[in-house]
């Protein structure tokens, strides 16, 4: 019982042996005190320890609790990652800094669906203390206003990872790209690459005076795309063990690969890296990574980063010479 996560414990470890937690669960509960003021003073500690201004790496996931009603902010029938399913539920989504054996929570926003923008939700907007200035915002796009965020804030960190809702989004790491922000994103095995850099671009005015003149970039080649999923046996692709984690067990070590490929990332021809890891030889996990300017696979690296929200499974990074 005292490993349980009550206020009744968590007052008994940091006030007093015989604290009951009323005070703490009322401080939490009714006083009025900003959680974007705390978290931004965590952000703030992070930055003036100077072990961890290198090496830290960004998480950005959301996690879900499950509701008896529509009555909480957010509340509505969406997916619950943490039961698999469709159910009345309240989703955040939220920014986490690991490094090491440290890891913590730095920013979240609540999802709001859409319906709770309409007409009909004003009063419930108001009663539950929504902010008037709110507008809906996909969860994507909630993770991009963090990232930037702690960004400008100067909160070190050196990379991204996230899972596939995210990381199958051309959107987002054309955003992260662009931004100059390394990432590891989870994609879902259906995601298409071409093994081959294709010729991409506006395709040429028709020759006929009257023929309607494209505006849009395509893929102006013969190549075709594959599904990532028909990759993971290639002969072309070799694995090296490489050590996750320390276990109970001992240390854990998957067989990582890793090939050059490219994509269409929202409307642009992106060059990226095919992550491959063969999760306890069972099944296989991909990502994408941010190829950068004059990269090889010798210097691009991978490593596990231990997914601190309730949930989430999927393989971070860190930049280090691991496949080199």
């Keep these: 019982m005292e490993t349980q996560r009550t206020f009744a414990n968590m007052a008994r470890r940091l006030i007093a042996p015989d604290a009951d937690g009323q005070n703490l669960q009322q401080f939490m509960s009714d006083s009025p005190w900003s959680a974007a003021a705390v978290l931004a003073q965590v952000r703030g500690k992070i930055a003036a320890t100077p072990a961890l201004r290198t090496g830290g790496v960004l998480l950005l996931d959301e996690s879900a609790d499950e509701k008896a009603g529509a009555k909480s902010a957010g509340a509505g029938r969406q997916h619950n990652g943490r039961l698999g399913k469709i159910e009345m539920s309240q989703v955040g989504t939220f920014l986490a800094f690991y490094k090491g054996n440290v890891w913590t929570w730095v920013d979240g926003e609540l999802f709001l669906p859409e319906h709770w923008f309409t007409p009909a939700m004003v009063q419930q907007r108001q009663r539950l203390g929504v902010p008037a200035e709110r507008q809906f915002s996909t969860k994507i796009e909630l993770g991009w206003q963090m990232i930037q965020r702690v960004k400008a804030e100067g909160l070190p960190f050196e990379a991204l990872a996230c899972d596939d809702l995210y990381g199958r989004s051309g959107w987002l790491r054309r955003q992260l790209a662009q931004a100059g922000i390394v990432y590891m994103a989870e994609i879902p095995e259906s995601t298409q690459v071409y093994l081959t850099r294709p010729v991409f671009g506006v395709p040429p005015a028709p020759a006929q005076p009257h023929g309607r003149q494209a505006s849009r970039a395509r893929v102006l080649s013969a190549e075709q795309p594959v599904e990532v999923r028909q990759l993971v046996r290639d ?30 990332r929202d409307g642009e021809l992106a060059e990226e890296w095919l992550v491959v890891r063969h999760e306890n030889e069972q099944r296989y996990t991909l990502c994408l990574e941010q190829c950068r300017c004059g990269q090889s696979a010798r210097t691009a690296g991978l490593a596990e980063v231990h997914p601190p929200l309730r949930g989430t499974q999927y393989p971070g990074c860190q930049v ?3 496949l080199g």
């Design 320 to 322: 280090a010479n691991r």
């Design 235 to 264: 002969a072309d692709l070799t694995f090296r063990r490489i050590s996750v984690r320390p276990t109970e067990r001992g240390v854990l070590d998957d067989p990582f690969a890793m090939r050059r490929v490219w994509t269409l």
